[in-house]
């Protein structure tokens, strides 16, 4: 697996010493967006900490252009790993564009003050994503929907070449959920790389390049959404019984 | 843009009254009380040396040593309260309401009792390092339980309970001094400023000032923790070394407030949260200066009305910053449940 961007080798992952997801092997290119999907409890969440390094990994290794990770001082990985994680953020006090401004926390100076080059990143990047009509609003004030865009900006001012997503479109409506999109396709653009949890399929399926599957004890599949999503496979997966099956087809639900 | 430029002023409109207010409450210490000194005087005193014996040892000995070390208490115990209320995420949290002043004031009484009755000097410096230890045996208690208990009224009630255990042990010890030492002690034990003097005033400065200084040189990585461990880790903050530092650093704090003056209510809550409001923003690179000078004004404020609403007999500090100070917390209760 050399020539990527990331990947890890036989990476184990979990709590307190005891594995939740064995020997995980994955690897992504520049701009390539990877899917994580898998029942509740598969461990997604688990996977995407370790990897940024928020949960300390069992066993295996991480690299990320061509580095392991744990050799990354916190400064510089911050300059190349931005992570969305669902664990909320408190706003404090602060207004959208401070939330924002926040992500730019690797390029400040030792007292964090912003340069007019970080105010131009924060005002283009608040553009991008369309938030800049509630920048001066309080952010515990805003809707979920928007609260969700304004932290997707501050990841983007990081102005990383990866970011990691722990279901990023949970909570959102349908709007929201398709503007969320457009901006993660403005990132593969730029060439970032996307590695994300979620739990819609039919999302997954359609804008991932890799898909990763969790169950169990070892990482169950990975590849392209072509070869994951076969609706066997995928009932498998979930767990999904032939009552269930049924049901679905009866009444028209797509599964994926 | 507007809106960073309305913030900027209305951060120097906000500076300019607090050291404007510091100021004027400093000449007000230091002009009124039993004797009245004019303002003439104390430029007369302090440039000129040009006065009579008393009016100058008034002002030399006993009021400007006193007023320093109330502004630079006052500061101290703010930006203790800011600093634990920071590392709790909690409005309400502060060196009193956790049991840690209780906790340092075990230790110097312990330390008190024990190495007066053996006719040692206790110095100011050997109480400062005495109400350390015992700051960082509550704060180590309270750091336990916040382990296991995730509720924050749980762990204030958790804190107020230390306090209880160490207010007993040190009424215990009270019980077995002498009489020689229960005044020395009672009299410490109430909180106030009175006897503060310059050898105090070098010692407090030098330990508030490096902390101060440590402290602000920690506000980036506190801005970045404000917003939440996951983003502070993701920002390459070492989460655990900040924790170790602000623990450290409020506890020097607040021993130093307990080692001059006795426990001192309130004002590590009520302050920041004026601040707060006034600054209109939770900054750390704001909120670090800002509480130390709110904190400074309304212990000068405080002071001067303990010393003279009753004169001649003094109240002690604590009722004060308790009247003004309480009232206030019930607020940021009140306003903490309609926002939720």
Redesign the interface.
């Known amino acids: 697996m050399s020539g990527y961007y990331f990947k890890t080798e036989k990476l184990t992952v979990g709590y307190d010493n005891k594995p939740i997801v064995k020997d995980i092997e994955i690897g992504i290119g520049k701009g390539e967006i990877l899917s994580i999907i898998g029942p509740n409890g598969a461990g997604k969440s688990t996977v995407l900490k370790s990897i940024?390094?928020?949960l300390e990994k069992i066993s295996g290794a991480v690299y990320l252009d061509k580095k392991e990770i744990s050799d990354y001082?916190?400064?510089?990985?911050?300059k190349k790993?931005?992570?969305l994680?669902t664990?909320?953020?408190?706003g404090?006090?602060?207004?959208v564009?401070?939330?924002v401004s926040?992500g730019r926390?690797?390029y400040?100076g030792?007292?964090?003050?912003l340069s007019e080059h970080d105010k131009e990143v924060v005002f283009e990047t608040m553009k991008t994503v369309g938030i800049l009509d509630y920048?001066?609003k309080d952010f515990?004030k805003i809707s979920d929907g928007q609260k969700q865009r304004v932290l997707l900006a501050k990841v983007l001012c990081q102005e990383p070449e990866i970011i990691l997503l722990d279901e990023p479109t949970s909570f959102l409506d349908i709007r929201y959920k398709l503007e969320f999109l457009s901006v993660i396709e403005k990132m593969r653009e730029k060439n970032i790389s996307i590695i994300m949890s979620v739990h819609e399929l039919d999302l997954a399926k359609n804008i991932s390049d890799k898909i990763l599957c969790l169950k169990g004890e070892y990482s169950d599949k990975f590849g392209t959404p072509e070869e994951v999503f076969e609706r066997e496979y995928i009932c498998e997966l979930f767990g999904i019984d032939e009552k269930n099956n049924q049901f679905a087809k009866d009444k028209g639900i797509e599964i994926f | 843009m507007l809106m960073r430029k309305k913030k900027v002023i209305r951060c120097i409109i906000a500076f300019t009254v607090l050291v404007t207010g510091i100021l004027v409450f400093f000449l007000l210490n230091i002009g009124i009380g039993s004797v009245k000194i004019s303002l003439s005087e104390i430029i007369g005193s302090i440039f000129l040396k040009g006065n009579d014996q008393v009016t100058d040892t008034i002002l030399w000995d006993i009021r400007l040593p006193r007023s320093i070390c109330v502004f630079i208490l006052g500061g101290a115990l703010a930006l203790s309260g800011y600093l634990l209320q920071t590392f709790f995420r909690n409005p309400i949290a502060g060196p009193f309401v956790l049991g840690i002043s209780s906790g340092a004031k075990m230790c110097v009484a312990l330390v008190m009792v024990f190495l007066m009755s053996r006719s040692f000097k206790t110095n100011s410096f050997t109480l400062v390092i005495a109400a350390f230890v015992g700051s960082l045996i509550s704060m180590g208690l309270v750091l336990l339980m916040t382990g296991k208990i995730k509720s924050m009224a749980m762990l204030v009630v958790c804190g107020v309970m230390i306090g209880y255990i160490c207010s007993a042990i040190t009424e215990l010890v009270v019980t077995f001094a002498s009489d020689a030492d229960i005044v020395n002690l009672h009299n410490w034990s109430r909180g106030s400023f009175s006897g503060s003097d310059w050898n105090g005033v070098r010692i407090v400065f030098v330990f508030v000032l490096i902390s101060f200084i440590l402290t602000f040189l920690l506000s980036k990585p506190l801005d970045a923790f404000l917003l939440g461990d996951s983003h502070a880790r993701s920002m390459g903050v070492n989460i655990r070394a900040l924790r170790v530092g602000i623990v450290l650093l409020s506890s020097i704090l607040s021993a130093c407030i307990v080692a001059f003056a006795g426990p001192i209510s309130f004002v590590g809550i009520a302050a920041p949260h004026l601040m707060r409001k006034l600054f209109n923003t939770n900054k750390p690179i704001i909120m670090i200066p800002g509480s130390f000078l709110g904190g400074s004004l309304f212990c000068l404020v405080c002071d001067l009305i303990a010393r003279n609403i009753l004169a001649p007999s003094e109240l002690n500090i604590s009722t004060v910053t308790a009247i003004f100070g309480a009232p206030i917390v019930i607020y940021i209760l009140f306003d903490k449940k309609k926002h939720n």
Do not use: C, N
Not at chain 1, 73 to 78: E, N, Y
Not at chain 1, 92 to 95: N, P
């Open positions: 940024a390094r928020q001082s916190g400064s510089d990985l911050s790993m931005a992570v994680f664990d909320g953020i408190k404090d006090m602060m207004s564009e401070e939330v926040a926390y690797p400040t030792h007292f964090g003050v920048k001066d515990d």
